[in-house]
């Protein structure tokens, strides 16, 4: 047998909580039988074959077989289960201050360690990405969301082979590897069933995923993955009965029953990310009645935020002396100016989004039972994440019925458009998203929110790290400087595991995080932080932490201004400020202009660690990033056909129509007795557009983002047989490349769409607009049925089959072309632009 090279074991920094950096080769049972097991040196993954060390002469009777060990992680390594909730601020969970229950969060922090300076990158894909991979987020190319992926090394949405995650690590040393909930690494442009499928959990060292590719997803009928199959467990169950929360955590459960009845030695690593509380906010009927009866939110949103400031004070998870900003009256109304009505239908949002939170936190909570069923708890490691950046203020200043709405330029839907949903809120019939006030009072102690990059409410998250076996100093608080490139390195200490050299033959590029495991042992509560400089950047506005001091650009615009010119120079053209978080704890006072020296110190350090990690070149867009091109299936076409019914077609790699002409034909086949059902559709209930015969008459249907829906009907139910319809749009707008001018004059303008039956036009309606962003993004495009959400639910009920015969489906999109006419005017309108912002826009905020 050849012996597979151990390494020397490591210093053991603590070796009572620690199996150490790399532990030296463990040998099972006799070499070459059946049971041998061996750890592996982990600097080549996967790790060689060793060479065959039977005998093999002529005849079997006179050789000896001879099998390879099986690959097992050191003894004693632990399962480790990674959660990370979603759009959460500092302030949301009971266990820092919060008013919302989390029980399960807090029980794990009294038997195990609190920490108060963790932080995030601003956004769910790019945290995500870091944290799989320990390296910074532009270095593994999500400086953005994948949705706003751009042709840049830093932002192209795709994880390099040379940065494997660590699924994919601890896969190759003999852990079982498990993704449940939320994926929003794979690549928008590669998420339909042609794959590829390398950048998909599965495709990245994950060996089972369970749940939904993208950014959100409607809870109660999920775009839902079972590895990279589409499955739908809710078809046929009653509205209300069916949620993926519970879904996942039953799916987890199932899943860790059998790896430990398989085999009860195999150590397991689960990724654990609901989509709570990212919008839509889709608890429970029965989570939403707990909370409402609580009555937390009566007194309004800054009331909130100083009772949370107050209890954070109290429980010792900020310092006493921590200052409190002002309420930013420049960006949010205060309560007491809101009318009776607003105010009834703020604390109605705010009671659904507490009861997702404490309802995410409860399935959680049986999860991590589990464990302790199979006898496993002791020596689990639970790294507890509150949060992938601060709490989302993309509803807006008053919440939304319909986060779609949001992102395709309505972000202050009136009181009376949204208490006709009032009763309906966080059930099916609503993507939903609460006023920005409350999202403000759950970033306390700090400012701002989700997006904003430098701001401590955008990137200061907390986090609990329970492991009974190891960890004694039960209950107490950890200050150091953390960040969630650092969750890698301390998986690997604490397994005893190596970051490998090569993977699949690709030379690695160094982790970039620092293992924070030192903090678990009780010598080293109060020491230094070991993670030292950290730069953070998102859409323009960026920050660097150096040994304390943070220097961050000013906030420009609020997240849900997320439309209009962008600042040209995000690197130059800033407002600076500067914070001593060593005796600053909230960023409450900016001491820049005492400090140039630092400031232009500090400046330049930023321009080092941005060149060193892909952060260049900067970018301000926002929306314009969403409609940008991008390498999906369907770039550089114009016409699709399809001569059989498919389904599942994701938005990024279907045909886009908006912001273009389009003509839509279906060649159809109607038998004795009449037809109906979905010949296309593409959306759902919140935003998008159908094509189909209602009893026996062709319609087409447009759903503007459920508040408005135009329908062309033909007259006639059509007689059996052969029949051409035809829908087809004129477009008005100069279209997408006005995006690169800087300006987006030329999306989301109006058009004419007319109606044919068999070549004769039945009707023609003009639009004074069109969506100029987004279908709804967890909704497909299906042909012959419709798999989730339907665009109408007056006129039908998914699946909708069509039971005509379809012969032919065919695609015209006619995008427009700028003249030279119309790139003078956009020259001259970007000259104007010289801070990059609309002059509508103020400043949001006073920090």
């Known amino acids: 047998m050849r012996t597979l090279v151990g390494v020397t074991a490591g210093l053991l920094l603590g070796a009572s909580w620690s199996l150490g950096p790399a532990v030296a080769q463990q040998v099972t049972g006799t070499p070459g039988a059946p049971d041998a097991t061996t750890t592996i040196d982990g600097r080549q993954l996967p790790a060689p074959d060793p060479k065959f060390g039977g005998v093999i002469r002529n005849d079997a009777l006179q050789s000896k077989p001879w099998w390879a060990p099986r690959i097992v992680p050191p003894k004693e390594a632990p399962n480790v289960l990674l959660i990370i909730t979603d759009d959460a601020g500092f302030g949301v969970p009971s266990t820092f201050g919060g008013v919302i229950p989390t029980p399960t969060m807090d029980g794990l922090a009294a038997e195990g360690l609190r920490y108060n300076r963790v932080f995030s990158t601003a956004l769910c894909s790019p945290t995500r990405a870091a944290l799989i991979t320990g390296r910074n987020h532009h270095s593994v190319g999500f ?24 699924g994919r690590i601890l896969s190759d040393n003999g852990y079982a590897t498990a993704w449940f909930g939320k994926d929003h690494n794979t690549p928008a442009f590669a998420a339909s069933q042609v794959g590829p499928f390398d950048q998909w959990p599965t495709g990245i060292g994950f060996e089972y995923f369970y749940g939904f590719v993208g950014g959100d997803a409607n809870q109660w009928q999920p775009n839902l993955f079972r590895n990279t199959t589409q499955i739908y467990p809710f078809d046929g169950k009653p509205p209300g009965t069916w949620n993926l929360i519970t879904a996942m955590a039953d799916d987890a459960i199932d899943y860790i029953g059998r790896m430990h009845q398989t085999d009860p030695t195999k150590p ?136 779609v709405a949001f992102f395709n330029g309505l972000s202050e839907l009136p009181v009376d458009v949204q208490m006709k949903f009032y009763d309906v809120w966080g059930t099916e019939q609503t993507y939903n998203h609460m006023s920005a006030g409350w999202s403000w009072a759950f970033d306390t102690p700090f400012d701002w929110f989700k997006q904003n990059a430098s701001r401590l409410g955008g990137i200061n998250q907390n986090m609990v790290v329970s492991w009974p076996a190891r960890i004694k100093d039960k209950g107490a608080l950890r200050e150091q400087f953390v960040h969630v490139i650092d969750v890698v390195p301390t998986i690997l200490e604490v397994a005893g595991l190596r970051a490998p050299d090569t993977v699949d033959g690709i030379k690695q590029a160094p982790i970039e995080g620092t293992s924070f495991a030192y903090t678990f042992d009780p010598k080293n509560a109060k020491a230094p932080s070991r993670h030292t400089t ?41 407002v600076f400020q500067l914070y001593d978080l060593s005796k600053d704890f909230t960023q409450a006072d900016d001491i820049a202009a005492k400090n140039p020296q630092k400031v232009a110190q500090m400046r330049q350090a930023f321009v080092a660690e941005a060149k060193k990690y892909q952060v260049l070149p900067l970018d301000a867009s926002v929306a314009a990033r969403i409609v940008a091109p991008r390498p999906n299936i369907t770039a550089g076409r114009s016409e699709f056909v399809y001569t059989r019914p498919m389904t599942g077609l994701p938005q990024g790699d279907s045909p886009n129509l908006l912001n273009s002409s389009y003509t839509i ?54 007689a059996p047989g052969r029949h051409t319809l035809e829908f087809d749009f004129k477009y008005d707008g100069l279209g997408i490349g006005t995006l690169a ?95 990059g912002a609309p002059l509508t826009r103020v400043q949001p905020g006073p920090h």
């Open 143 to 166: 400086g953005v969301i994948s949705e706003q992926s751009t042709g840049f090394p830093g932002y192209n949405s795709i994880i390099g082979k040379d940065k494997a995650t660590v």
């Open 534 to 574: 950290q730069y953070f950047e998102m859409m323009g506005q960026w920050a660097l932490y150096k040994d304390g001091w943070l220097l961050s650009t000013k906030v420009n615009r609020a997240p849900w201004e997320a439309f209009g010119a962008a600042n040209p120079d995000p690197l130059n053209n800033q």
């Open 268 to 403: 397991i690593f689960i990724k654990y990310a609901p989509g709570a509380t990212h919008a839509p906010h889709h608890p429970t009927k029965e989570w939403v009645e707990k909370i409402t009866a609580m009555h937390l939110f009566d007194d309004g949103y800054e009331t909130l935020r100083e009772r949370i400031f107050e209890n954070q004070k109290r429980l010792g998870v900020i310092p006493k002396d921590a200052k409190l900003t002002p309420w930013p009256r420049e960006v949010l109304k205060a309560w007491d100016t809101l009318t009776p009505e607003a105010k009834k239908l703020f604390v109605r949002q705010v009671e659904v989004f507490a009861a997702y939170a404490a309802y995410s936190d409860h399935e959680i909570g049986r999860v991590i039972k589990a464990f302790e069923d199979i006898g496993r708890r002791d020596n689990t490691l639970i790294i507890y994440i509150n949060g992938d950046n601060g709490t989302s203020a993309e509803g807006g200043p008053m919440g939304t019925p319909n986060e």
């Open 665 to 718: 034909t279906a060649d159809i086949e109607v038998p004795a007795g009449g037809a109906e059902g979905m010949i296309l559709t593409s959306g759902g209930r919140f935003a998008g557009y159908g094509f189909y015969l209602k009893d026996g008459k062709p319609v087409f249907l447009w759903n503007l983002v459920d508040l408005k829906r135009v329908r062309w009907e033909g007259p006639d139910v059509l």
């Open 741 to 835: 001018f800087n300006n987006m004059s030329g999306v989301g303008r109006g058009g004419t769409g007319t109606l044919k039956v068999d070549g004769k036009a039945v009707q023609t309606i003009a639009l004074p607009h069109t969506l100029p962003m987004i279908l709804q993004w967890d909704e497909a495009f299906d042909i012959g049925s419709d798999t989730l959400t339907g665009v109408n639910d007056a006129d039908y009920t998914p699946p909708f089959r069509l039971t005509a015969r379809l012969n032919k489906l065919t695609i015209k999109v006619d995008r427009p072309q700028l003249g030279k006419a119309d790139i003078e005017k956009l020259e001259t309108a970007r000259a104007t632009a010289v801070d």
